[in-house]
């Protein structure tokens, strides 16, 4: 029973124009929702999170969006720039100190 | 970057033998991970530690099992390798309470059972 999906497994753009990266969750009784950021033969780095209290949070390029009654998080890259090209998961945290992963979404940023 | 190192970074083994996986962190953090990445699952938990000689099981603990004698070193051992543990192994570290709950990631490694 997957808790966070991302339904989509991968997202091309063109450099300069708007990512958007979907995650849905089927339970409420979370505390935060991350996104993290991988590149190949590395670790998972955090980018980006928000509280459940929360429907925006936003970090330079990065907006992330949280709509509660659809139990949906977004992660906005604006603009894209070919550098963001990765793997991004989002995550979910709530009650105790264990994160859930999504299955992850490749983003390639085309020059 | 959190100093977190893991050990080895890549290992080829063989079904039946016994693998250890070392996660070293230098930042004194209390909580500790060990997760795998497989295509089409994601980053799954397997074990975590919560203090010394403290360990609690994840979604998918079967066939692992884990060690922390010290705060900076948690241990992640096949007992008998199979090949569906062949899989890119990641360690974390992060220090609750309060809030958000950001884990830091080591680098991984890479085991092969053949």
């Known amino acids: 029973d997957q808790q966070v999906k991302q339904n989509s497994p991968s997202l091309s753009v063109q450099e300069g124009r708007i990512s958007i990266l979907n995650c849905d969750y089927t339970?409420?009784?979370?505390?935060?929702f991350l996104w993290y950021k991988k590149y190949p033969a590395e670790g998972p780095t955090f980018l980006i999170s928000?509280?459940?209290?929360?429907d925006k949070n936003e970090d330079g390029r990065f907006t992330v969006f949280l709509n509660k009654s659809a139990k949906h998080l977004s992660l906005h890259i604006v603009p894209s720039q070919p550098g963001d090209s990765a793997v991004y998961f989002c995550?979910?945290?709530?009650?105790?100190?264990?994160?859930?992963f999504g299955k992850g979404m490749k983003l390639t940023v085309n020059p | 970057d959190a100093g977190i190192t893991q050990s080895p970074r890549h290992k080829v083994t063989e079904t039946g033998t016994p693998v250890t996986l070392r996660c070293h962190q230098t930042?004194?953090?209390?909580?500790m991970y060990w997760y795998r990445q497989d295509p089409g699952h994601g980053l799954r938990l397997i074990h975590y530690?919560?203090?010394?000689?403290?360990?609690d099981k994840g979604e998918v603990s079967d066939g692992y099992s884990v060690s922390r004698s010290k705060t900076e070193d948690f241990l992640l051992t096949l007992e008998s390798a199979t090949s569906s543990q062949t899989s890119v192994y990641f360690c974390?570290?992060?220090?609750?309470?309060?809030?958000?709950?950001?884990?830091?990631f080591g680098p991984g490694t890479r085991l092969t059972v053949l």
């Open positions: 995550a979910r945290q709530g009650g105790s100190e264990k994160l859930v």
């Open positions: 339970n409420s009784m979370f505390d935060y």
């Open positions: 928000i509280s459940s209290i929360k």
């Open positions: 930042e004194n953090h209390r909580y």
């Open positions: 530690s919560y203090g010394v000689k403290d360990t």
């Open positions: 974390a570290i992060n220090n609750p309470p309060g809030g958000t709950d950001t884990q830091y």
